[in-house]
């Protein structure tokens, strides 16, 4: 946002961040505030000390950019931003500078998307599900057990298809400058082990807003219930949910084990994070500074990735030990669940471009030709 009308609106956020914060501070810090958490809340207090600490301020920017996050401070996700930050405010020595937000401050995905769209909020980096909102074609995304692996999906979303993905948010008003990794979902609820696809039937599961998601749950036999992500902490506990799906390193630092009994690695949906920028923002930065913005996009990215797959990878012990029962989850039974959810994918490919998918599916099989 322009300075001139930045400090007005940048005052109202600060406020309902503070409200928000305030009135629900239990659902915006998940772990932290649910009080196991103690090596990470070290992560927590370096993560604020360096926002609080940059060199600038926003009162000498040109240039404020709002960025906000549905995840909390703990998350790589916000180690990411906080990168973000860094690279832009350096390579522009403060001319853009970043205020940063977590744990749905500034709103849910979907209500941080339409503030982009308004151009009363900068950026934000949605889990791609609830984007499928705005752009149908990021339903694709969302298939249960589309990629392969990790790289696999990096390689499609980096490649022309990929692009294209981007591309296709200009004309929702948002411009989509990388690919985050929130990575592999896992389930966890509060009622029984999850082995098999028979063991899902009856569960209550919070789910994005996403209709893939909805019907692939109740395929599956399960009652999927779409909630923002910033009242799911408060559904687990007071029981409107059975359980939820996500990747560890969010089970993990959110602190779901205070509210979860039972761990299952599903790993049924590969979930990209899409970096966004309100259209009209970027439009108004001069060239330099989009390409900076641009490239820091990317070069956070990767160390968003980074970080996020270690956490990703080291966290299952951390959660065993705050006392969650894990179910493995063998190929078998994942094959299993692949087959039954097959006609959901079928029929959303159905109502996509057929061009466009026949292009995604292409691009699937040449990734993984290159990393089996
Ligand atoms: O910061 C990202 C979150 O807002 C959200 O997208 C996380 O995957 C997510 C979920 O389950 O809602």
């Known amino acids: 946002m322009k300075k001139k009308a930045v400090l007005s609106v940048t005052m109202a956020f600060g406020l309902t961040a503070v409200l928000a914060a305030c009135g629900d501070a239990e659902n915006n810090n998940g772990g932290a505030d649910n009080g196991a ?13 360096e926002a609080a600490n940059s060199e600038y301020s926003s009162g000498d920017a040109s240039y404020v950019i709002e960025a906000g996050i549905g995840l909390n401070n703990q998350h790589p996700q ?19 500078y970043v205020e940063t937000y977590h744990s749905s401050q500034l709103g849910d995905d979907r209500e941080m998307m339409e503030a982009l769209q308004l151009g009363s909020q900068e950026v934000t980096i949605p889990s791609t599900a609830p984007v499928t909102n705005f752009v149908e074609e990021y339903a694709i995304l969302d298939f249960p057990f589309l990629f392969a692996n990790e790289d696999v999906a990096m390689e499609v979303l980096n490649g022309e298809i990929g692009d294209e993905l981007l591309d296709s948010l200009e004309d929702q008003e ?5 690919w985050w ?3 592999y979902r896992d389930l966890t609820n509060s009622t029984q082990p999850v082995e098999t696809a028979e063991d899902f039937q009856g569960l209550t599961i919070r789910t994005m807003e996403n209709e893939v ?26 029981g409107t949910v059975d359980g939820q799906e996500n990747p560890l390193a969010t089970i993990y ?96 490919a159905e109502q996509l471009d057929q061009d466009f998918v026949e292009r995604f599916f292409q691009a699937v099989e040449e990734a993984e030709e290159m990393h089996q």
């Open 37 to 49: 958490n103690n090596a990470e809340e070290n992560v927590s207090d370096n993560n604020e000390a």
């Open 253 to 348: 630092l959110e602190g779901f084990y205070e509210v979860q009994d039972y761990y299952s690695d599903t790993n049924h949906v590969y979930s990209p994070f899409v970096f966004l920028m309100s259209k009209q923002f970027y439009d108004s930065l001069p060239d330099d500074y989009q390409e900076i913005v641009g490239d820091a996009a990317q070069e956070a990215g990767e160390f968003q990735i980074e970080q996020n797959r270690a956490q990703n990878e080291e966290l299952l012990d951390a959660l065993i030990d705050e006392g969650m029962e894990h179910s493995e989850v063998t190929d078998e039974a994942r094959e299993e669940m692949a087959e039954i959810v097959q006609p959901v994918n079928d029929q959303f």
């Open 174 to 178: 948002m411009v989509g400058l990388a």
């Open 181 to 183: 990794e929130n990575g």
């Open 213 to 238: 998601h909805l019907e692939a749950f109740s395929e599956l036999g399960a009652n999927p219930t779409p909630m923002a992500f910033g009242e799911l902490f408060t559904g687990m506990q007071q």
């Open 78 to 96: 916000y180690e990411g931003l906080l990168r973000f930050k860094e690279i832009v405010e350096e390579a522009t020595d403060g001319d853009v």
